[in-house]
């Protein structure tokens, strides 16, 4: 069965611009997750959805939006990007509480 | 909003046994621990998941007190290849909802 793919792998933006992320959960998970991982803060939780829904929000700005698709797939858009937002996003699937799989990540780099 | 505390760092040798223990003392009755390990580059792996007594699979055994305050994964006959860090998640609840709260990280590094 084929892991959580996330596209792309590498992204450079500039200050201003916005970006989507893209994940696609393993076969049969409903659920997929979104963290933000940096050197300073760690892995952080962004969001969290099943069946098309935002079901969990981390403490995040509003420029941090995402959504899920009817067969599963999910987007994250940043909006207004600023430095701070270099990243390594990554998305992760489940079939129920816990037991998250993750993806490779996407490494976001804001210039 | 639960705060969990890890070792920073730890060494090992090839073949021991090593135990890495987390602490959540405002873990909730429905909160569940798992451990996730990472390699540079990488999405977090998951290793193991217990909501309480022991649980063991075929590359780990996760320990967990009676009062669930804490947590130890234990990783019997170390190898380099698990030279990685080491999380532990704890499911949390916040004012948005379900907030899933990563640890620090702890870095194992195995030595030959």
């Known amino acids: 069965k084929a892991g959580v793919t996330q596209t792309p792998r590498y992204l450079i933006k500039t200050r201003g611009q916005q970006v989507t992320l893209s994940c696609s959960p393993i076969s049969g998970h409903r659920s997929v997750s979104w963290y933000q991982q940096t050197p300073g803060q760690g892995l952080q939780f962004l969001f969290e959805?099943?069946?098309?829904?935002?079901?969990n929000k981390g403490n995040f700005p509003g420029r941090f939006s995402g959504r899920q698709f009817s067969n599963s797939r999910s987007e994250m858009n940043v909006s207004t990007l600023e430095l701070g937002d270099s990243a390594l996003y990554l998305c992760?699937?489940?079939?129920?509480?816990?037991?998250?799989?993750f993806g490779p990540g996407t490494r976001l780099t804001v210039l | 909003l639960a705060k969990t505390t890890q070792p920073i760092s730890m060494d090992s040798y090839e073949g021991q046994e090593v135990n890495i223990t987390c602490s959540h003392n405002n873990i909730a009755t429905n909160d569940y621990i798992t451990w996730y390990q990472q390699f540079p580059s990488q999405g977090p792996r998951f290793i193991i998941q217990g909501y309480k007594t022991k649980v063991t699979n075929e590359v780990a055994s996760l320990f967990i007190p009676a009062d669930r305050k804490s947590s130890t994964l234990s990783l019997p006959r170390v190898s380099l290849s698990d030279t990685a860090v080491y999380y532990c998640l704890v499911g949390d609840r916040s004012n948005y909802g379900q907030n899933f709260v990563f640890g620090p990280g702890t870095r194992l590094s195995v030595l030959p």
């Open positions: 959805y099943f069946s098309e829904t935002q079901r």
């Open positions: 992760a699937s489940s079939l129920g509480q816990g037991g998250w799989f």
